[in-house]
């Protein structure tokens, strides 16, 4: 199901019964509640038989089971309120199992899910494979990050899926032959793995506050943040979570809080964005229509202004649903096109996953190449921790050439201001004491990053490297 | 309490507004949707369309249908100001005359301005493709209506028999949705409107109309850009060769007769007569198929009766009232036609306009050279 003004109404509701009806010690069971069925009717219809039920039911289950690794050791068995979460997650699971048995019409997910039998089984079948592996002396951090990057590259990773397809379908009694990358979209699984990530790492180091399952499953499927994050870390959400009791119905200036941030991503998403993705962006389609340098230039900045009016649009929304429900998302965005630098612009872009890769790849690989006997040169450090942080995020979009060319991209970028600023502190610190230079310097570096930035959304808005070069030589009347 | 009270008067205010702003939009029509239409990004940030816009698939053809005859007029290189040594013709006529399947350059009329015909004075003829996807005279005339206030010099209008089916005047949005329009023309829509509410005419009523204004103001830079107005079918199926041995014609047998009466022929004589300027009667080309049944029927258009009575009509009516008249009925081969009998392939487009250039080089002349001719009510 595609994010439509429908489904906002339907969370404005939800925000007023949570809010007017709920007794406030039912809000957490309420939230869990939506948020885990928001999971399977946000899923959109998939071709393969029941791969729409089964990629939500299957990513339920991995978040259950990353809560168990992340349960502290002293806490051994489950206590009655993780009993009584279990209780209602299966439950809920299983009813919206049942809507199999609901005409076509009548049915409340988009997907028609396997018999109840089936889902029951698969369950128990998840249950023992927890049990068994409990004991085991593996490393379990270890273990159930590299499941969670397993999968993640695998859905990321166009020829892996589409061998995944081939499978599923011929399982399905279903023609092998049309499998295609698009057979399995797994909604929301980009997020979820990294805040799954996220409470795995922090757990291992010890800095993951102690997060009860209902915490744990609201927190990694918090139905706003489904569809496009942002990626909040868990011990900031438990401070909402635990504050939940606490709200009020009448508590006006959070309502208008709330509304005022979604009537801004209306506006950004379905006026701006959609008025641009209509008539002035970039798509590969376009792009091989058109001859006109100049026009090629128009639609690429007409992209990128669409691709930051279109994410902040919805992370507006997430953030103002969040906020009706009393937990208040991280900002991702902050004026990133305005910046003068590339470093300041990833401050400022997508700021929750490039934050999220920072403080799990840049710091530690850095830490680690610092500790090398003998030590690397500090710019060899900085390259080589730039250059893997920003090629993360880019794969993190998809395993392909041209996200893996536009991570080097801004790591070479990143890299290169961080050489130049380096050198130039001495005269960039006299240019301060002449304020017009440095208005105009100021303006002047705002140009570059811009530019930078948009040139780089090549590799993004086009998906095969040939079409990139090509489009990148047209731009430059080549 | 304060917090609560500013909250609620936000949304007072803006429910006032809202309502004032709709208030406002009634208090101006009619006419104000039309006004509004007249304001376009065409011919100023971007080139004027070459055709009327029409497309159903937005993103694909980078065009859309709309019912706004004014912004249609707008988008449209016609609305550009008209030069001193220019000679102006607008072509009417049906998808035929649009360019059906034909990129904007490869139109009949597209082909025509290729000729860079001249008049006798030494005017450059630029012609201008009024037609529009949809077989009615009624429609021509509305269009005709419009583009006069675009200061032409001559009309071309190509017509075809099925554009003058009676049941074919009134049935198209555009006609439905300009009653005004049809009825100042004497023209009557086949299911008119009737009684709207009235908030029809309220920003609410009107907000589809007025999305659509907007978007085809948004897809100005896809035009400008890539020059595509039409979605091209990866395959289309061609026009029918083989018949069933069905001889009627929107309901009319071999008995009855194609006449002044069974057929639009007042939609177009009004037009004739409405035009302050000379007009050119062009019956447009039709496949000739060569099937089963096809002594009984020229195509899936027309049976042969009704289609030789109707050029036998057309001739000597519009022989009585002067005006000039072509038949190139036949002048295109069977094979340059596409999906339907008066589609044509680009390569039968360019046969066409070197035929009716080759005709309207004397014509033009003629009528410039003649004072007498300005207008089908003075000859």
């Given at each position: ?74 806490q051994r068995s489950m206590d009655r309120q993780s009993w009584q979460t279990l209780a209602i997650v299966l439950g809920l699971v299983l009813l919206l199992a049942c809507v199999r048995y609901l005409p076509p019409g009548w049915r409340p997910t988009l997907n028609r899910p396997p018999g109840i039998e089936v889902v029951g089984a698969l369950a128990a079948l998840f249950a023992l494979f927890m049990w068994l592996i409990q004991g085991k002396k593996v490393e379990r951090f270890l273990f159930g990050m ?333 | ?46 080139p004027g369309r070459s055709r009327l816009p029409y497309g159903e698939n937005i993103t694909e053809s980078y065009n859309l249908t709309l019912n706004n005859i004014p912004a249609m007029f707008a988008s449209h290189k016609i609305s550009r100001e008209k030069s001193a040594d220019e000679f102006r013709v607008l072509v009417l006529g049906d998808s035929a005359t649009w360019g059906w399947l034909q990129t904007a350059e490869e139109t009949v009329v597209a082909q025509l301005n290729e000729h860079k015909l ?262």
């Amino acid at each position: 199901m595609n994010f439509d003004l429908a489904l906002l109404g339907i969370a404005a509701v939800g925000a007023l019964i949570f809010n007017f009806f709920v007794p406030q010690s039912w809000r957490e069971s309420f939230l869990l509640t939506v948020s885990v069925t928001a999971l399977f009717w946000l899923q959109p219809p998939l071709p393969i038989r029941w791969s729409g039920f089964l990629l939500p039911f299957f990513l339920l289950f991995l978040v259950i089971w990353s809560w168990w690794l992340t349960k502290p050791a002293d806490q051994r068995s489950m206590d009655r309120q993780s009993w009584q979460t279990l209780a209602i997650v299966l439950g809920l699971v299983l009813l919206l199992a049942c809507v199999r048995y609901l005409p076509p019409g009548w049915r409340p997910t988009l997907n028609r899910p396997p018999g109840i039998e089936v889902v029951g089984a698969l369950a128990a079948l998840f249950a023992l494979f927890m049990w068994l592996i409990q004991g085991k002396k593996v490393e379990r951090f270890l273990f159930g990050m590299l499941i969670i990057i397993g999968l993640f590259v695998m859905v990321k990773t166009e020829w892996i899926v589409v061998q995944i397809s081939t499978v599923w379908r011929t399982l399905a009694n279903q023609n092998p032959s049309l499998a295609a990358s698009t057979d399995i979209f797994w909604l929301g699984f980009s997020y979820i793995a990294f805040r799954l990530l996220h409470t795995i790492r922090d757990r291992q180091t010890g800095q993951l506050p102690d997060l009860s399952l209902q915490k744990f499953v609201s927190y990694t499927l918090f139905f706003p943040a489904l569809l496009a994050g942002p990626i909040d870390r868990a011990e900031r959400f438990s401070q909402d979570w635990d504050r939940m009791s606490e709200l009020t119905a009448d508590d006006w200036p959070r309502w208008q809080k709330g509304l005022t941030r979604i009537v801004q991503g209306l506006g950004k998403k379905f006026i701006l964005a959609d008025a641009l993705a209509l008539g002035l962006s970039l798509n590969p389609t376009v792009a091989t229509q058109t001859d006109s340098v100049f026009w090629l230039w128009i639609l690429l900045y007409g992209y990128a202004f669409r691709l930051y009016f279109d994410f902040s649009g919805y992370t507006d929304i997430a953030i103002g649903v969040g906020i009706l429900f009393g937990i208040e998302l991280p900002e991702n965005f902050d004026r990133p096109y305005w910046q003068s630098t590339i470093t300041a612009f990833w401050q400022r872009w997508h700021m929750t996953l490039s934050s999220w890769v920072r403080f799990y790849v840049f710091s530690p690989l850095s830490r680690t190449l610092l500790r090398r006997k003998p030590r690397p040169s500090p710019q060899l450090i900085v390259f080589v921790s730039q250059m893997a942080t920003m090629i993360i995020i880019g794969l993190w979009h998809g395993i392909t050439i041209n996200f893996l060319i536009w991570g080097t991209w801004h790591g070479l970028g990143l890299f290169i201001h961080k050489i130049w600023s380096d050198r130039t502190r001495k005269w960039y610190r006299q240019l301060q004491t002449y304020p017009r230079r440095l208005l105009l310097w100021t303006w002047f570096t705002r140009f570059i990053t811009f530019h930078f930035v948009v040139i780089g959304w090549v590799w993004f808005v086009i998906p095969d490297f040939a079409s990139a070069v090509d489009l990148l030589g047209r731009l430059v009347g080549y | 309490m304060s917090k609560q009270l500013s909250f609620l008067r936000i949304i007072g205010y803006t429910a006032i507004l809202f309502a004032l702003c709709n208030l406002f939009f009634w208090l101006g029509q009619p006419g104000l949707t039309d006004q509004l239409g007249e304001l376009s990004l065409y011919n100023s940030l971007f080139p004027g369309r070459s055709r009327l816009p029409y497309g159903e698939n937005i993103t694909e053809s980078y065009n859309l249908t709309l019912n706004n005859i004014p912004a249609m007029f707008a988008s449209h290189k016609i609305s550009r100001e008209k030069s001193a040594d220019e000679f102006r013709v607008l072509v009417l006529g049906d998808s035929a005359t649009w360019g059906w399947l034909q990129t904007a350059e490869e139109t009949v009329v597209a082909q025509l301005n290729e000729h860079k015909l001249q008049t006798a004075d030494g005017r450059q003829v630029v012609f201008y493709n009024l037609g529009y996807p949809v077989l009615s005279l009624t429609k021509d005339l509305l269009l005709l209506d419009e583009g006069l206030n675009h200061d032409p010099d001559m009309i071309l209008w190509l017509v075809t028999l099925e554009s003058m089916a009676l049941e074919q005047q009134g049935v198209h949005p555009l006609v439905q949705e300009n009653g005004r329009r049809s009825a100042a023309l004497g023209l009557e829509p086949d299911s008119p409107a009737g009684e709207e509410p009235w908030w029809a005419e309220t920003i609410v009523g009107q907000r589809r109309d007025l999305a659509d204004l907007l978007r085809l103001q948004l897809i100005g830079p896809m035009w400008a850009a890539t020059g595509i107005d039409q979605e091209f079918p990866d395959q289309y199926d061609l026009r029918q060769n083989d018949f069933e041995n069905d001889a009627a014609w929107h309901g009319l047998l071999h008995s009855d007769l194609i006449s002044r009466e069974t057929v639009a022929f007042e939609v177009l004589t009004g037009g004739l007569e409405r035009a302050k300027v000379p007009v050119i009667v062009v019956n447009e080309p039709i496949f000739i198929a060569d099937g089963q049944n096809s002594d009984v029927r020229y195509n899936s258009l027309y049976p042969r009766w009704a289609y030789d009575q109707y050029r036998k009509m057309m001739a000597n009516h519009l022989q009585e009232l002067e005006i000039p008249y072509f038949d190139f009925w036949d002048a295109i081969p069977a094979a340059e036609f596409t999906d339907s009998p008066v589609h044509l392939t680009p390569a039968g487009a360019r046969q066409f306009a070197r035929l009716l250039a080759e005709a309207l080089g004397d014509k033009i002349e003629i009528i410039n050279n003649d004072p007498n001719r300005n207008s089908p009510n003075n000859s």
